[in-house]
């Protein structure tokens, strides 16, 4: 009888434990990835200067096209051209040897980029840009 309380009592220090090696382990792996930080775009649209020349992460309405590919906040403003609510974006050469940017315009998408505040894009329309995409996901949803 008395072996059962002190084999609850090791089974759940090596639960405790085998958590803190689990969260650790998944901590180094997320450094090791360089995942920048995820910033909402409206937080470019208001402060762009805290975010000029760092590396981000965005979700937004991706539209491309001939002078004019851009990440926007919503579909919406992309359809009513408000373009100082989109970014100019372009794509790093070694993310385009990967996939094709093309395949996801007009949807929602995920990008880690550089963020460049000064740079507006193709006739200044734009709210800032993106230089050098690494990485270019499908999002399912828009963001908030």
Known sequence: ????PVLLLFISLNAVAF????DATEKKLHQRQDIPPNVAL????TNPGKY???KIQVSGYLHLEFEGDAIYLHKED???HIDKNGF???FAPRLTRKIKPAHYSDNYVTIIGTFNAS????MSSFG???DKIVKLDMRSVAPL
């Open 1 to 4: 009888m008395k072996r059962i």
């Open 19 to 22: 958590g803190q090696t689990v």
């Open 52 to 54: 000029d020349g760092k």
């Open 119 to 122: 740079d507006k894009g193709h």
């Open 128 to 130: 800032g840009s993106f």
């Open 78 to 80: 992309y359809n009513k």
């Open 88 to 90: 100019w974006v372009s």
């Open 42 to 45: 409206a937080e470019l649209i």
